[in-house]
């Protein structure tokens, strides 16, 4: 089955509330990658993560990286109309260090 | 600069038939990866391959071949296609593990 989980599946927000999506991996991983992917295009690398404890923002973008380096957050204040798509966590997995994918949050902005 | 190419764009089979789907970049990038795409199953990593001559299975190989036989070029087969494999498709190209993945516009695929 899928090893790195996400939740929520879906989220529905009014535009200028918050919205956070969390990555939750069955093993430790040595770093965690999230991605963007609008409507109908392709994943967009947004930042990589890879000390325990870890918090990077980018503008309205906050993302954690948990102590035990087995779970992620990302979390958008505020969030826009532009902010619509997917969000997907990846990590490496596996002695050849393949990129897994988690199952993505689709965040869907009403004006 | 194309980045990562992958053709075609869309493409119909019927059961049984056989296709190749082609991805090249001019990223000079060392490890590309297959994935598939269904709703609610995110992206599914098919094949890996590190460096040019090797190939590494992912998480849902069966059903699929794939062909390293040079730095640019990755491609992935489907034999016998089936209903179960329509899906959308994307290659991938990182400089070398654990870095930032660059993406193909994908090809969707449909088995009738």
């Known amino acids: 089955g899928q090893q790195v989980m996400q939740i929520p599946q879906y989220q529905h927000v009014q535009e200028g509330e918050d919205f956070t999506t969390y990555c939750n991996s069955s093993?430790?991983?040595?770093?965690i990658q999230w991605y963007k992917q609008r409507p109908g295009g392709h994943p967009v690398f947004l930042i990589q993560?890879?000390?325990?404890?870890e918090v990077k923002k980018q503008k309205r973008l906050t993302f954690q990286f948990g102590e035990a380096k087995k779970n992620s957050s990302l979390h958008i204040t505020a969030t826009q109309t532009t902010d619509v798509g997917t969000y997907f966590c990846?990590?490496?997995?596996?002695?050849?260090?393949?990129?897994?994918f988690g199952t993505g949050t689709l965040l869907a902005v009403q004006p | 600069n194309a980045g990562v190419t992958q053709t075609p764009k869309f493409q119909v089979l019927k059961t049984g038939q056989s296709m190749t789907l082609q991805c090249a970049q001019d990223?000079?990038?060392?490890?590309m990866y297959w994935y598939r795409q269904d709703p609610g199953m995110g992206l599914r990593l098919i094949y890996y391959s590190a460096s040019e001559g090797t190939t590494d299975k992912g998480e849902v190989p069966n059903g699929y071949n794939v062909s390293r036989l040079n730095k640019r070029e990755f491609s992935l087969r489907l034999e016998s296609a089936a209903p179960s494999q329509t899906s959308v498709y994307f290659c991938?190209?990182?400089?070398?593990?654990?870095?930032?993945?660059?993406f193909g516009q994908g090809t969707r695929l449909t088995v009738v």
């Open positions: 093993t430790t991983l040595s770093n």
């Open positions: 993560l890879v000390k325990s404890g």
């Open positions: 990846a990590g490496p997995r596996g002695a050849t260090n393949k990129l897994i």
């Open positions: 991938a190209t990182s400089s070398r593990e654990n870095t930032e993945a660059f």
């Open positions: 990223m000079n990038h060392n490890s």
